[in-house]
């Protein structure tokens, strides 16, 4: 009587709508993924190969930051570690371990492998995500799909993106900013609390990752928040839109422990790590076809913002379409809040990257006075250059909307694919060599290869802690990075450690503690250039694998060493630490007004002499001194001659950052060979 229906799921017809609609997606997705891999190569994404995060400066201090944050127990705030400043916690934030993954990945350590890495699961995802927010830009102006896929490419091609990735890794995760610029062109269709959310994500987002982001996305979304009002007159939902964003920030900042840490947040530096005027057409060394320009000083490699040779074909063809085109006109006429508040956010960020030095090339053209909290708040993100990532995708962004609508669909199609190939062909040189460093297997090896001393020294159950005579700083690359590794391999703590920012008194406070009651738990260690410390410390020690080692009780089975034979260090010249000259066949040469640094040694109280050899020296400037200038030692008994400069020195109190500034006062070029530092009692 009655006729059954037969009741046919939607679910098969949903996912293949929902495919349909976002193909394109998957496909950006891929392409971005097969990128990063022919770049890097395979390795690296295995989680378990850890030996090429060794030996290289920032790389290496992001890993043992997430080795040292994985070994200690959990600390309220969540973010804080005791393995590195210990006995004082620091957060992971200050590693620049990708806070995000460094906490999610603790919460498994239970199961994770002993070695255990997760920043080639980053660089993948990094260039997913980039990709795939870049076409999200794109589709919100333009419907040809086939387009869209092609300039999306161009997003993950830019040396903005790929210089900072496993350099500054947690810095490459440039889709924060594509995230943001797609925020704000949402704001206009979505209503209610998802915007709130969105820019919340986006806040706490950002300083999980790195606290740059923090002010990228922050001028952007100031940006979004002005279009608002000029579109709607709504100061209310702007200001929900602020507080969003910025509650969820300073929540998770919270909780990772970055007002818990006593760093100093401010430190000099501004204006040298800054935007250059000619930064978006100066290759730096990025480019095929362009030569690269002077820039001012040695830090504005911060500032790189070479857009590529097929970006400024593209950042061309749109300007004329601007000039001559009434359609493109009116178009972004009907856009007027967007056009408005993107001009502003491309103004504030040439300010914000510009820092109070404005320079053009190697020359200063303005320096601005400025009050000194304000130099001090601006100083929190000293690297200003940064800022300018912005400027770049907001100029790729623009030409690659404005080139479409200048030219017919099919011709705009073979344009995005010329652009790509000159793009790619541009910057070449540079991702073959990433491709050589990082693609081949790498082992490390270690700077501690006496296994039978450093496994004796596990087997005293009594030691827990390695006690740094000099800075972790002061050691040789291999050298530090040897240590650390081994000390988080064993559960070991550090006293000091390399973070993007610290409490220098705080350590100074902890080394005077340390060297005055050495305790059985702690191992002694500092190079042979360091040993006038060990005549302020009784411990029994060792001389291995370039390295003097102290214990306070003696290690079973292993010979002691005699270093009473090392009153003198000598400061041959390889680090750089020079001012208006350079390093050159193991000599230093100063040019007119060229000031030399270092060796920042720690020396115990006692009077030292000191003799620096070279070339035409009579004309030249010494000081002694500490602390970076902040102690300045009284020298007597000067001496100079044309191949010597001697002088005696008497340290008052102990030192781990003791220097010899020689300044040429002459207009001829000053030759150092070494200077030698001689312990007289």
Same mark, same amino acid.
């Given at each position: 009587?009655?006729?059954?229906?037969?009741?046919?799921?939607?679910?098969?017809?949903?996912?293949?709508?929902?495919?349909?609609?976002?193909?394109?997606?998957?496909?950006?997705?891929?392409?971005?993924?097969?990128?990063?891999?022919?770049?890097?190569?395979?390795?690296?994404?295995?989680?378990?190969?850890?030996?090429?995060?060794?030996?290289?400066?920032?790389?290496?201090?992001?890993?043992?930051?997430?080795?040292?944050?994985?070994?200690?127990?959990?600390?309220?705030?969540?973010?804080?570690?005791?393995?590195?400043?210990?006995?004082?916690?620091?957060?992971?934030?200050?590693?620049?371990?990708?806070?995000?993954?460094?906490?999610?990945?603790?919460?498994?350590?239970?199961?994770?492998?002993?070695?255990?890495?997760?920043?080639?699961?980053?660089?993948?995802?990094?260039?997913?995500?980039? $990709?795939? &927010?870049?076409?999200? #830009?794109?589709?919100? %102006?333009? +419907?040809?799909?086939?387009?869209? =896929? !092609?300039? /999306?490419?161009?997003?993950?091609?830019?040396?903005?993106?790929?210089?900072?990735?496993?350099?500054?890794?947690?810095?490459?995760?440039?889709?924060?900013?594509?995230?943001?610029?797609?925020?704000?062109?949402?704001?206009?269709?979505?209503?209610?609390?998802?915007?709130?959310?969105?820019?919340?994500?986006?806040?706490?987002?950002?300083?999980?990752?790195?606290?740059?982001?923090?002010?990228?996305?922050?001028?952007?979304?100031?940006?979004?928040?002005?279009?608002?009002?000029?579109?709607?007159?709504?100061?209310?939902?702007?200001?929900?839109?602020?507080?969003?964003?910025?509650?969820?920030?300073?929540?998770?900042?919270?909780?990772?422990?970055?007002?818990?840490?006593?760093?100093?947040?401010?430190?000099?530096?501004? $204006?040298? &790590?800054?935007?250059? #005027?000619?930064?978006? %057409?100066? +290759?730096?060394?990025?480019?095929? =076809? !362009?030569? /690269?320009?002077?820039?001012?000083?040695?830090?504005?490699?911060?500032?790189?913002?070479?857009?590529?040779?097929?970006?400024?074909?593209?950042?061309?063809?749109?300007?004329?379409?601007?000039?001559?085109?009434?359609?493109?006109?009116?178009?972004?006429?009907?856009?007027?809040?967007?056009?408005?508040?993107?001009?502003?956010?491309?103004?504030?960020?040439?300010?914000?990257?510009?820092?109070?030095?404005?320079?053009?090339?190697?020359?200063?053209?303005?320096?601005?006075?400025?009050?000194?909290?304000?130099?001090?708040?601006?100083?929190?993100?000293?690297?200003?250059?940064?800022?300018?990532?912005?400027?770049?995708?907001?100029?790729?962004?623009?030409?690659?909307?404005?080139?479409?609508?200048?030219?017919?669909?099919?011709?705009?199609?073979?344009?995005?694919?010329?652009?790509?190939?000159?793009?790619?062909?541009?910057?070449?040189?540079?991702?073959?060599?990433?491709?050589?460093?990082?693609?081949?297997?790498?082992?490390?090896?270690?700077?501690?290869?006496?296994?039978?001393?450093?496994?004796?020294?596990?087997?005293?159950?009594?030691?827990?802690?390695?006690?740094?005579?000099?800075?972790?700083?002061?050691?040789?690359?291999?050298?530090?990075?040897?240590?650390?590794?081994?000390?988080?391999?064993?559960?070991?703590?550090?006293?000091?450690?390399?973070?993007?920012?610290?409490?220098?008194?705080?350590?100074?406070?902890?080394?005077?503690?340390?060297?005055?009651?050495?305790?059985?738990?702690?191992?002694?260690?500092?190079?042979?250039?360091?040993?006038?410390?060990?005549?302020?410390?009784?411990?029994?020690?060792?001389?291995?694998?370039?390295?003097?080692?102290?214990?306070?009780?003696?290690?079973?089975?292993?010979?002691?060493?005699?270093?009473?034979?090392?009153?003198?260090?000598?400061?041959?010249?390889?680090?750089?630490?020079?001012?208006?000259?350079?390093?050159?066949?193991?000599?230093?040469?100063?040019?007119?007004?060229?000031?030399?640094?270092?060796?920042?040694?720690?020396?115990?109280?006692?009077?030292?002499?000191?003799?620096?050899?070279?070339?035409?020296?009579?004309?030249?400037?010494?000081?002694?001194?500490?602390?970076?200038?902040?102690?300045?030692?009284?020298?007597?008994?000067?001496?100079?001659?044309?191949?010597?400069?001697?002088?005696?020195?008497?340290?008052?109190?102990?030192?781990?950052?003791?220097?010899?500034?020689?300044?040429?006062?002459?207009?001829?070029?000053?030759?150092?060979?070494?200077?030698?530092?001689?312990?007289?009692?």
């Amino acid at each position: 009587m009655f006729q059954k229906t037969r009741t046919v799921s939607s679910a098969p017809h949903s996912a293949q709508r929902f495919f349909q609609r976002n193909w394109h997606y998957f496909v950006v997705a891929a392409l971005s993924m097969s990128v990063f891999l022919l770049i890097y190569g395979v390795q690296v994404v295995n989680p378990t190969y850890t030996d090429w995060l060794l030996g290289k400066g920032d790389l290496s201090q992001h890993y043992i930051g997430w080795q040292a944050f994985r070994n200690g127990g959990w600390l309220f705030p969540i973010g804080m570690t005791d393995q590195l400043s210990y006995p004082y916690p620091a957060s992971i934030i200050f590693t620049d371990s990708i806070p995000l993954f460094a906490v999610i990945f603790k919460l498994f350590r239970a199961v994770l492998p002993t070695e255990f890495q997760y920043f080639g699961l980053w660089g993948v995802l990094c260039f997913a995500l980039q $990709g795939v &927010f870049a076409a999200r #830009l794109i589709q919100r %102006f333009i +419907p040809k799909r086939l387009y869209i =896929i !092609l300039t /999306s490419m161009l997003f993950l091609f830019t040396p903005v993106m790929i210089f900072r990735m496993f350099v500054h890794t947690a810095l490459a995760g440039h889709w924060l900013i594509l995230f943001a610029l797609d925020a704000f062109f949402e704001n206009k269709t979505v209503k209610g609390p998802k915007t709130y959310l969105r820019w919340a994500a986006i806040g706490a987002l950002s300083v999980s990752v790195h606290l740059y982001f923090l002010l990228i996305c922050g001028i952007v979304l100031a940006g979004c928040c002005l279009e608002e009002v000029i579109r709607t007159r709504r100061w209310l939902r702007a200001v929900f839109i602020g507080i969003s964003y910025l509650l969820s920030a300073l929540i998770v900042v919270a909780l990772l422990g970055g007002f818990s840490s006593s760093m100093d947040a401010s430190i000099d530096g501004l $204006g040298m &790590f800054s935007f250059n #005027l000619n930064a978006l %057409f100066n +290759p730096q060394g990025w480019s095929r =076809i !362009l030569p /690269s320009l002077p820039t001012y000083g040695t830090g504005q490699y911060e500032g790189l913002a070479y857009l590529g040779a097929g970006v400024l074909v593209l950042l061309a063809l749109s300007l004329v379409a601007i000039a001559v085109s009434p359609k493109i006109r009116a178009g972004i006429r009907a856009r007027r809040s967007q056009a408005i508040a993107l001009c502003l956010i491309f103004i504030a960020a040439l300010i914000a990257a510009l820092s109070p030095i404005i320079t053009l090339n190697q020359h200063v053209l303005l320096t601005l006075p400025l009050p000194r909290i304000i130099e001090k708040l601006w100083g929190i993100f000293r690297s200003s250059g940064r800022i300018g990532w912005l400027m770049v995708y907001l100029i790729l962004f623009g030409a690659v909307i404005l080139s479409y609508r200048f030219i017919n669909r099919r011709s705009a199609v073979v344009l995005a694919a010329f652009v790509l190939c000159l793009q790619v062909y541009d910057i070449h040189d540079k991702l073959e060599t990433l491709h050589e460093d990082f693609s081949p297997k790498i082992v490390f090896h270690s700077q501690l290869a006496d296994s039978a001393f450093w496994d004796a020294v596990i087997q005293q159950d009594d030691i827990r802690h390695i006690v740094l005579v000099q800075r972790f700083a002061q050691f040789p690359e291999r050298t530090k990075w040897s240590i650390a590794d081994w000390a988080m391999d064993n559960k070991l703590t550090l006293n000091d450690y390399y973070f993007a920012r610290e409490n220098g008194a705080q350590f100074v406070e902890n080394w005077h503690a340390l060297l005055a009651n050495p305790d059985a738990s702690e191992l002694f260690i500092l190079s042979p250039d360091n040993a006038f410390e060990t005549a302020a410390l009784d411990l029994n020690y060792y001389m291995l694998d370039g390295l003097i080692v102290g214990t306070l009780e003696p290690i079973p089975g292993q010979a002691r060493a005699d270093i009473s034979s090392y009153s003198t260090s000598r400061y041959t010249f390889f680090d750089g630490r020079v001012n208006n000259g350079e390093d050159r066949d193991g000599a230093r040469y100063l040019f007119a007004n060229g000031e030399s640094f270092g060796p920042y040694w720690s020396l115990p109280v006692g009077t030292y002499q000191v003799v620096v050899s070279g070339s035409n020296l009579t004309q030249c400037d010494v000081v002694a001194r500490s602390f970076s200038g902040g102690i300045r030692h009284e020298i007597s008994a000067l001496s100079a001659q044309d191949d010597q400069i001697s002088f005696t020195v008497a340290i008052e109190k102990n030192t781990f950052s003791f220097e010899i500034s020689v300044v040429n006062d002459s207009g001829e070029e000053v030759c150092l060979n070494y200077i030698d530092v001689t312990r007289l009692g």
